[in-house]
């Protein structure tokens, strides 16, 4: 099947303000990619592109006085399946796991595996499969925490986020990150596009979304806690320990989000789902 998926988002600044963007396409779906990824400014700025550690595409920029949009529209091949699920496995020792596979066990700015340890083995411990573990917490925390676009918090943590019972579907990610790793699974961050395709069209604005890969048997496996089911159209764009290394924007100064719309649709239908209006805002992580 094919994907057609963009945005448009616009800030305002009042000075040169420096931002670093990580809105294009994950480096691991370069080649489903039929039309170019390309991300274009408004006004017409100079684009440095690098890849971060995390193996994301990364743009930075100086944004003028007065503020920039920043456009995007692709078409992308995608084989239409659902998330695969994990094999029944015992969790890997920590000493098998590979060394790149490390940092994914460790704490985390919005991930405290230190505070969480005691819930996670009281919960979880009896559990022997780490296919049945990370069921179970995907399963906790979709049953845990209220989902709201008014419970967004960029300061949020999962510790925060388990206590509130409420959050936004990073909060989501961010805690089954944390409760996979107290268990020694290891866990990763991802942000990117999920559109409504193969469940009934959901009436509301467009956004990104977040979810978390678990490492077992040797693989990684998608998961997400607040839809709680396999879908099918994930686009990747970035990943990273969780959302500091996973931020689509981060502004070295003032700058105000004054737009932001997404979409994503297959192809081969008529009807484009186009978000008009900016009502659900993500984070926006601001160096001062």
């Not at 790793?181 to 290891?186: E, K, Q, T």
Request: aromatic share 10%; hydrophobic share 40%.
């Amino acid at each position: 099947m094919l994907i057609r998926a963009g945005f448009e988002i616009h800030f305002e600044t009042m000075q040169p303000t420096p931002m670093l963007a990580a809105l294009n396409v994950h480096p691991s779906r370069r080649d489903d990619l039929r039309t170019p990824d390309r991300v274009e400014a408004f006004p017409n700025l100079p684009l440095t592109r690098y890849r971060d550690g995390f193996g994301n595409v990364c743009s930075r920029f100086t944004v003028p006085p007065g503020g920039v949009t920043l456009k995007n529209s692709f078409i992308i091949a995608d084989c239409g399946q659902p998330d695969i699920p994990a094999p029944e496995s015992s969790a890997l020792p920590v000493e098998s796991l590979p060394d790149d596979v490390l940092v994914y066990l460790l704490g985390s700015r919005y991930c405290e595996t230190d505070r969480m340890m005691p819930l996670a083995w009281s919960l979880f411990g009896a559990i022997p499969s780490a296919r049945d573990r990370v069921n179970a917490i995907t399963d906790f925390v979709h049953n845990h925490i209220r989902f709201g676009y008014e419970f967004a918090r960029p300061d949020k943590s999962a510790w925060m986020a388990y206590e509130e019972g409420a959050g936004v579907c990073r909060d989501f990610a961010h805690l089954a990150i944390t409760l996979c790793r107290c268990m020694n699974i290891p866990a990763r961050y991802c942000t990117g596009y999920l559109g409504d395709i193969g469940i009934p069209p959901i009436d509301a604005p467009m956004d990104f979304s977040a979810w978390f890969d678990v490492y077992i048997d040797g693989q990684w496996y998608t998961y997400d806690a607040r839809h709680n089911e396999p879908r099918i159209g994930r686009i990747l764009m970035a990943r990273g320990r969780d959302a500091t290394d996973a931020a689509l924007v981060t502004a070295f100064g003032p700058a105000i989000l004054t737009q932001f719309t997404v979409h994503t649709d297959e192809v081969h239908t008529h009807k484009a789902r186009f978000s008009p209006g900016a009502i659900a805002l993500p984070p926006i992580f601001i160096n001062e």
